[in-house]
Structure formats: C-alpha cells, structure tokens
C-alpha cells in the first residue's frame, strides 16, 4: 500500500534526506512513500509551464496512493502549510483515509492570538475577533475545524508533538505514530490504538 | 445548478448579510448559492460535537454542490483561509469545478516575502528563503501552486481585484466574475470569455 506524504519540507534545501527518512519509516510498517518530489510515473504533458507540471505530478501522486499523511505543522502563521492543506481536502475528496500530525503543542485558538498579538479584541459576547473583525476559531482543536473534521471523517489521527523549535520540520515522533496508524487503518483496524 | 460559496467571510459578524449578496449574484446567474452557515439539509449525528457538526455540514454542502467558488483573499497571512483551501482541495477531489478569487493585486511571492520582511534571507543560488530554510515558493502564481493548480486543471479562474483594505472582505467584483464564469462552465462553455 502507498502513502502520500505531504507536507512542507519540500521547501527545505535538505528535502531529500527527510524524504528518505520518512520512506523508511513507511517500509518498517509494510508501506510505500510517495513524496511530492518524487518523480512522477507518466510524463506531464509538453507545453505546460514548470509549476503546473509540479501541480500535475502531486495530483497524480495523490491519486495513485492509499492514504495520506499530512505534516500540518504550523508554517509562517498559526494555520498549516496551504499546499499541504489543499492536498488533505483532495484525498478526502477521493474518499481515501487521511491523517496528520504537527509539531506544535499549542493549539489553533492560543497560537492565532498568539500571531495576532495587541491587534486581537473581544466583542461584545466574549468572542475574540482579529483587527478586521473576523472572528477567532476556538473550538481547543488543533488547527481550522475542516482539517480536524476531515481527518475525523476519514477515521484518521491528528498527532501533534511538543518539539525544541530547531526541530520543527524534522522530529518524525509524531510522523511515526501516523504511519502505525495508517498501517492499522489500512488492515481495516481503527487508526488509535486507544480505547476512544 | 447549486454554487458552494466557499470563503473565510463566515468569521464576520455581518456574514449573513455577505452571504445574501452572494445568493443574489448567483441568482442573476441562474445559480443557487449554498454558503457554508447555511443550514444543512440532514440533521447532524446526536452526540457528536459543535464544532464536528459543522464540518459534517459543509461537507454535505460541498457533495450536494455542483461547483465551488473560493474566496482566496490571504487570510492573516500571505496565503487564503486553510478552512477555505481545504474545501478547493475537496471539490476538486470530487471532481468537480473549482474557481477562485482573491480581493489583493500582490502575488503570492511577493506577499510571502513582504510577510518575512527581515527574516527572508538569500539561499547561495540567489533563492529566497525564510529564517527556518524554507524556500519561498516564488513563480508569479496567486497562491500556493496546489491552489493556481487546482483551479486550472478544473477548467475554472482564479480572479484577482486591487480593492482598498477597506473593502477586502466585502468588495464583490471579482466574485461576480467567477459566477459569471461558473455560469458558463456548467453549460459546458469555456470559463474564460478570453482567447486564451
């Protein structure tokens, strides 16, 4: 079975050696990595400009895999890398189990007041709100309720890991329990191991 | 032919009125308008939580759609919504047909580079990237190039208008284009009245 990884670390000059290292971890559980740089199987198409050629292999990527597991550390901003997100809402789409996982212990609430600083304020009934005067998500999840509530339709885990900042885009704790836990899910077993 | 008005506007005091001026443009459009606080057509589960009800209600809302518009105007940072983006990614999984519009002329290599500000720093390749190493995505695309991508291999536009800062969560020009263009993709037409 194949697992699309994806995640952010397609930004960092050492993508490769972290793409190596998720893919082990993928075959101690029986599963094939998929990472976004990967080559894709079928050529794109002449004539299309470099980035949607990109666009393409990831969408193929995503359709040729089992699952997903999507790194949703929080990427410059209290939310998950866009990209990343984009491609959790696309798997869940085709109807594929999702999971995810992120280094940041804090959650989506307490790290958006945290971004928005002196600009946040209450309203009338308590709510925060942010200096246009969009209301603060708080529901105590780990990052926007759709991302939450896909990974909880699709019977994923949303992991998350308290990390030393240094290791935020290469601490694979969190990342290793999802691969447990896609393997389970795959075998037709529930993804958490707990009693829940 | 149902329209899901994807979009942060839902975290705006006054997101009812928004919501009925996007039903009134879809109306002129022959279109029906399903914006996410609408209320869902099945009640949700009993004993599930608050916050679960509602992804399983725009969930819903999006399988019951024929086509999404997306407002991707970047959202406390250089991106859009990630609530917002997840649902691009899930009608597009659907196989359906996905616009997009942003209320902000900047693209998103330079809005992600305004964003840094001191911290982008210069890779030896004359590459930027950010304090943690992270490349800045830079290829004169609206968004993250899931988002430009995804919108363009579904046939759909993503439209940008310069509006005062003012008016970027309530300025409905470019989101009346990408009815129009809907309008025409689900009669089969092009979405573009362009040569292109």
Redesign the interface.
């Known amino acids: 079975m194949r697992i699309y990884l994806a995640g952010?670390e397609v930004?960092?000059?050492d993508a490769a050696a972290i793409a190596s290292a998720k893919r082990a971890i993928c075959a101690r559980h029986g599963l094939v990595g998929v990472f976004p740089t990967d080559h894709p199987d079928q050529a794109p198409e002449d004539g299309e400009?470099?980035?949607?050629r990109?666009?393409?292999a990831?969408?193929a990527h995503i359709r040729g895999c089992d699952a997903l597991i999507a790194n949703l550390t929080p990427?410059?901003?209290?939310?998950?890398?866009?990209?990343t997100?984009?491609?959790?809402?696309?798997?869940?789409?085709?109807g594929r189990p999702v999971l995810g996982y992120a280094n940041a212990a804090a959650h989506f609430g307490s790290r958006?007041l945290a971004?928005?600083g002196p600009a946040a304020r209450r309203?009338a009934d308590g709510a925060w709100?942010?200096a246009?005067?969009?209301?603060?998500?708080d529901?105590d999840?780990r990052?926007?309720?759709?991302?939450?509530?896909?990974i909880?339709?699709a019977g994923g885990i949303f992991e998350t890991e308290a990390v030393p900042p240094a290791a935020?885009?290469r601490d694979l704790t969190a990342f290793t329990r999802c691969v447990a836990a896609a393997a389970r899910l795959l075998r037709g077993q529930p993804a958490s191991t707990s009693s829940a």
């Open positions: 952010p930004f960092l000059a400009p470099g980035w949607y990109l666009y393409l990831n969408e990427f410059r901003g209290p939310s998950a890398d866009p990209g997100v984009y491609e959790l809402g696309f798997m869940r789409g085709l958006t971004a928005l309203r709100e942010d246009e005067g969009m209301a603060v998500e529901f999840l990052d926007n309720l759709m991302l939450d509530g896909g909880r339709a935020r885009w």
